[in-house]
């Protein structure tokens, strides 16, 4: 009965979009259509081409990966039998302020994990409260694991996510584990999926070179419905970038939810180090350190190190979402505030790294989430100042062009194999001008950093000058680019 309503207003909504598509098309004059019209010109040249070659590369090398080269990487890997096996799996959990049902979900289905995959195992607990270690003896002691499976704690003081994941390492390293030991590094909030350490830890013995690799994320959100179907968006999206960047084993990033890792990586002091104090020398904000973004961290300092990176599409986990909060609008912003901050604190290191080391796409792609934050709002934008200037009909062509496009990419998206819905469109258009804005407005403060699920900020001892020059700075040159910005295109635009 629940499926049956569910698929039944997922069609209303399917009906309720391309509904609005065909009144806004029959809304439109009829030389809008024609291939002579200045404005189709405008519209294809403008809005189209530019904006979506790179998301069409990316998604012809996923679909590549994903259904030519990775399954042909896979029987490979089959073909290795138990020579791919490691020596020894270390499963680490980092938790902090979780409730106990999403922590109780967590270790059950990691201990299952260790028994199930038939490996010698230790499962490190990188914990601040005492009421989850008893959860955890409790669950250890219920599901009785073999003797090959161990239990080891690792009672940290709350300072961070960063600092869990360096004590947790250092803890692994006491083990002494050798060259052939791999260690899986798991959020507090992510279940795994049946069979994920038996999908991943072979690939380490096929590909030498590989010093972590990452997963498919699933989620599921304690939230409102447009909550639920963003985060699933986000997930799909990743899926696809993942595959892509896999093909030329440099995935931008060692997803915090689940990334397994050689553990002669983890192990290494520089490696630890760039996880537990990364920090950065900005020419204008100064040097500050990376309270966020551990994932990225642990991406570069592989890069640095020489390493490569993968990506297994059919080693699936689930991640409980706790949005920040109850409104949609604050929750995303929030978010984006974080994702976009990590991500471009990294960015422009990671292209020092330079091209020889990087690869040719890797470098494009980077170069890409500079300037996308501007080229997502060029659209909207020059329909506005058309509008403005000559006929809200270019306004409406845009609104049309957007509504068409969307719903091509939401039709892509299926594949992902992920599932889609009605409000996917919508949300993608909102990903792009929201998170354009987030992105401007975090370039210019990315010492200003926060987590979401704890009220903590890095705070820096700075003088009130530098604070008041810093703040009122970054104000400065926001809108100086914003209105550099507008004014080129009106200038364009007017050229027309």
């Known amino acids: 009965m629940h499926r049956l309503k569910h698929g039944l207003l997922q069609a209303a909504g399917w009906l309720f979009y391309l509904t609005l ?26 809005v189209g081409i530019w904006r979506y070659s790179m998301g069409a590369t990316h998604f012809v090398r996923g679909m590549i990966f994903l259904y030519i080269v990775y399954p042909h990487l896979r029987r490979k890997v089959r073909k290795l039998g138990t020579d791919a096996d490691p020596s020894h799996v270390f499963l680490m959990v980092t938790s902090f302020r979780i409730d106990a049902l999403t922590t109780a979900q967590v270790y059950q289905s990691v201990i299952r994990e260790a028994i ?4 010698p195992t230790t499962v490190v607990c990188s914990l601040v409260e005492m009421s989850d270690e008893m959860l955890v003896k409790a669950l250890w002691a219920r599901m009785a694991p073999p003797e090959r499976c161990k239990l080891d704690f690792v009672r940290i003081a709350g300072t961070g996510k960063r600092d869990g994941l360096a004590y947790g390492f250092r803890a692994i ?20 999926a049946e069979g994920v350490v038996r999908k991943t830890v072979p690939w380490f013995r096929l590909y030498n070179n590989v010093g972590g690799l990452t997963t498919n994320e699933f989620c599921e959100v304690r939230g409102g419905y447009i909550m639920s179907e963003w985060h699933k968006l986000r997930f799909a999206q990743r899926h696809i970038n993942m595959c892509s960047m ?6 931008l990033t060692m997803t915090g939810r689940m990334s397994v890792f050689r553990a002669s990586v983890v192990t290494n002091p520089e490696f630890i180090a760039d996880v537990e104090s990364d920090s950065i020398d900005h020419w204008r904000l100064g040097r500050f350190k990376f309270l966020t973004g551990d994932d990225k961290s642990s991406w570069f300092s592989l890069m640095r190190l020489g390493y490569d990176t993968f990506y297994v599409p059919d080693a699936a986990i689930n991640t409980v979402e706790h949005p920040p909060e109850k409104s949609f609008f604050k929750a995303s912003r929030k978010l984006m505030y974080r994702w976009y901050g990590n991500n471009l604190r990294q960015n422009s290191r990671a292209l020092g790294l330079g091209v020889g080391r990087l690869g040719l796409f890797t470098s494009v792609v980077l170069f890409d ?11 909207l934008t020059v329909a506005i100042i058309a509008s403005i200037q000559y006929s809200i009909a270019y306004l409406a062509v845009y609104l049309l062009w957007i509504g068409i496009t969307r719903l091509i990419l939401t039709i892509m998206l299926m594949c992902s194999g992920h599932k889609i819905g009605p409000a996917y469109p919508v949300i993608l258009y909102y990903n792009q001008i929201v998170g354009a804005m987030m992105k401007i407005y975090v370039f210019f403060r990315l010492d200003k950093q926060s987590w979401t699920r704890q009220p903590t900020a890095l705070k820096r001892d700075l003088a009130s000058f530098q604070q008041w020059f810093n703040t009122w700075s970054s104000r400065t040159m926001t809108f100086s680019a914003a209105s550099i910005f507008v004014a080129v295109l009106m200038v364009m635009v007017s050229g027309n």
């Open 246 to 251: 896999a093909l030329s084993k440099r995935v």
């Open 116 to 119: 199930d995959s038939g490996y």
């Open 21 to 46: 598509l065909a009144v806004l098309a029959l809304a439109l004059p009829e030389t809008i259509f024609s291939p002579e019209s200045k404005d189709f010109i405008f519209l294809i040249g403008a």
């Open 173 to 192: 390293s006491r083990h002494l584990p050798d060259d052939n030991a791999v260690v899986a590094v798991i959020d507090g909030d992510t279940v795994l």
């Open 369 to 379: 989430q500079r300037v996308s934050m501007w080229t997502s709002l060029l659209g």
